[in-house]
């Protein structure tokens, strides 16, 4: 037998997210590392989430809720939108997925800001549709130029923001005039992962614009800020009939118990969200002074990350770092050859950061 394997799915690779702690160490026999190259919550979960994750673990033996009820009536209530507006995803990654499934055939194209989450490519490329890929203009999405690249097979648009790798955002005022000129067919889908950490007042809320927009789609997740990475848990918000074909194809039982209880306490948990935040915002105030004055070039952020030009081979200097047990993120494979990418720490593992990249360097 012989398998036919469609050509789209053979063009991909795996994508290749942060190794765990313990797999690093292991591989390279170090110790007491610390990792800064994922994004993560460096607190830890929320503890009222954590409390109510050990109390769901009673009822691991009954299927979890299968529509997500508690944890929707909250966000509903939370983010002021209906509930029937809101699909649950194990991760944010998974509404990705399953807009991809719902909206986009072979022969579709998909614009793309380069660089940017490398997922959306891979999840693109895996239901046969075309990336359009569209350059950053210094570092920030180019709504200009994203809107000059809209062709007649354009299905869907990303726009991550703030921006991963570069922590850029665009306005408030900028996005209002891109909504409008964007065709209604085409599915805008703004990933607002990191949308917690932005200090920027000018900052669009994509929120906001749900209500008017049957095309607009808003991400977010427990994952960064809330500090539930390892839980899966993410939400689209969107317009009923989108969210009505989401839940067409969404597998019966995607979020599992712990996650929606979790999910559910964490969002009461305003004294762990805030000093999170408090903490981001510390560490990288802390950061920047430490690297101006180290001479070291890097670029201020919206978000718990930020880049920095290590002016050589970047792969070559995270190479180094991990072996002093400091994990960072390489930016060569999104084709930022010679920077590096930091996740804000604890103050501690922040300033052993900034050690080891000075002797590094
Ligand atoms: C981390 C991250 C997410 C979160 O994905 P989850 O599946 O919710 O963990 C989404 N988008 C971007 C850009 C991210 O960096």
Redesign the pocket.
């Known amino acids: 037998m012989k398998l036919t394997i469609p050509p789209h799915i053979l063009s991909l690779k795996p994508y290749e997210p942060g190794k765990p702690l313990e797999e690093v160490e292991r591989e390279y026999g170090i110790k007491d590392s610390i990792k800064l190259a994922s994004?993560e919550n460096p607190l830890g979960p929320s503890p009222l989430a954590l409390k109510a994750i050990r109390e769901a673990t009673m009822s691991l033996n009954r299927y979890p809720d299968g529509s997500g009820h508690i944890l929707l009536s909250k966000l509903s209530q939370k983010l002021n939108i209906a509930a029937e507006n809101i699909v649950l995803g194990n991760?944010?990654?998974?509404i990705i997925a399953l807009l991809a499934l719902v909206l986009l055939q072979p022969g579709d194209q998909v614009i793309i800001p380069k660089p940017t989450?490398l997922l959306y490519d891979n999840i693109v490329r895996s239901v046969g549709a075309t990336p359009v890929y569209v350059p950053l203009n210094e570092l920030s999405i180019d709504l200009d130029a994203v809107l000059k690249n809209i062709s007649p097979e354009c299905r869907m648009i990303f726009l991550?923001n703030p921006n991963?790798p570069t922590g850029t955002v665009f306005s408030a005022s900028d996005f209002e005039r891109f909504l409008q000129a964007v065709p209604s067919d085409v599915v805008i889908v703004v990933?607002e992962?990191?949308i917690e950490f932005v200090r920027n007042p000018n900052c669009a809320n994509s929120l906001e614009f749900i209500s008017r927009n049957a095309a607009l789609v808003t991400?977010r997740?427990?994952?960064?800020a809330y500090g539930l990475?390892g839980l899966?848990i993410?939400y689209g918000l969107m317009s009923q009939t989108l969210a009505e074909l989401l839940n067409r194809v969404r597998l019966p039982f995607n979020l599992n118990s712990l996650a929606l209880a979790g999910a559910a306490a964490a969002l009461d948990d305003d004294a762990f969200l805030e000093k999170t935040i408090r903490l981001v915002h510390e560490g990288l105030d802390f950061m920047y002074e430490s690297l101006n004055r180290r001479g070291i070039e890097y670029f201020p952020t919206q978000s718990n990350f930020f880049l920095i030009d290590v002016k050589k081979d970047a792969q070559e200097v995270f190479q180094r770092m991990l072996s002093e047990g400091v994990i960072v993120r390489s930016m060569k494979a999104y084709s930022f050859t010679n920077y590096i990418r930091v996740t804000v720490g604890l103050e501690n593992e922040n300033e052993r950061f900034l050690k080891t990249l000075e002797k590094v360097l």
């Open positions: 994004n991760g944010s990654d998974e989450f991550c991963n990933d992962a990191y991400l997740t427990f994952s960064k990475a899966r993410g």
